[in-house]
């Protein structure tokens, strides 16, 4: 898998990192792509409910259905990786055509790494990425967001990531997933 092709698929387990948890199972599947966009299809195993995000071919989400990002809310990643590369990012987060949010952050890639989950074997590349997203009309509200993301080539998508959001310097959420399957159609 190089290039992400419709019916392309990953599986998550989800855990609560504050319990220990396992909050959810859930699959993304490629359900089409253009010259610009990744759509894909996302639900929790065993629930009727779907969900749908477009991402950018890099990975960076431009719309959930509810919340639009412009230009991406700068969760992907920036090719060529190498241990070193930084990548700053900016932009705004759209509810219902009002910009409520302005959002920017800094993305590196700290090392390599061989990551082992149920799904198997990976030779990832490791990116950290800070975020900052503030008010629009008050950019004295804050909410940080720290992320690591192992990204692994050979399945064009993240085998772990984990996550932790604070406002106000408080842990709103910590929350970690990793692959336990991925296949192609």
Known sequence: ?????????WTYEVKDE????LKLTTTNIVTDVSATELN??????GSAGNGNLVYDHAWNVKDTGTWKFSPNDGSGIKLPLKAGSTWSFRGSDILAGRTLWKRSGTSKV???ESVTTKAGTFNTFK????ITVSG??????????ATTLWYAPAIDHWVKRTSKTQTNGHVRE???LELV???RQ
């Not at 990116?127 to 800070?130: F, V």
């Not at 629009?136 to 967001?145: H, L, R, W």
């Open 1 to 9: 898998m190089e290039n992400a092709l419709p019916g392309d698929h």
């Open 18 to 21: 504050i319990t220990g948890d």
């Open 40 to 45: 894909v299809r996302t639900g929790a195993v």
């Open 110 to 112: 700290v090392g390599e």
């Open 127 to 130: 990116i950290e990425t800070s």
């Open 136 to 145: 629009a009309n008050d950019p004295t509200k804050k909410v940080q967001v």
């Open 174 to 176: 910590s929350s970690s």
């Open 181 to 183: 399957e991925y296949g």
